[in-house]
């Protein structure tokens, strides 16, 4: 049996006994959120977030209070369970508390890396 291959434009077509199949190519998957734990306790966890243009974190699950300062700040959207989305604007220097969230994924929609330290109750 014969197969013929063939790839332009990011579409890969197939050929198997005469039919044609093709498949878009998706492109490179975005990149993703780095995390840097610097110390963790019982009670507490210290760590570094870094958010590269364009990446983003899978859903994390609601979280508890942190402190959060801002290394090098950007704009980073929050995409909630039902489908809401926030933008939020962090600025270099900037030190937040943040209450108790809801489950979200992040991504840097801007375009400069994003980094956050973070100081987390368990």
Not at 30 to 42: D, H, I, L, Q, T
Not at 71 to 90: F, H, I, S
Not at 105 to 120: D, E, F
Request: glycine share 8%; charged share 20%; net charge positive.
């Amino acid at each position: 049996m014969r197969h013929l291959v063939t790839a332009a434009a990011g579409v890969l077509t197939l050929t198997v006994a005469g039919t044609q199949v093709l498949a878009q190519d998706k492109g490179p998957a975005a990149p993703k959120a780095r995390v840097k734990v610097m110390a963790e306790n019982a009670r507490l966890r210290a760590y570094e977030l870094s958010f590269a243009p364009g990446a983003e974190n899978a859903p994390v699950p609601a979280s508890s209070t942190r402190v959060v300062r801002v290394l090098a700040g950007g704009t980073l959207e929050r995409t909630y369970p039902d489908g809401k989305k926030e933008t939020v604007n962090y600025k270099t220097g900037e030190v937040r508390i943040n209450q108790t969230s809801l489950p979200v994924s992040t991504k840097n929609i801007g375009s400069k890396p994003v980094r956050l330290y973070v100081v987390q109750l368990k």
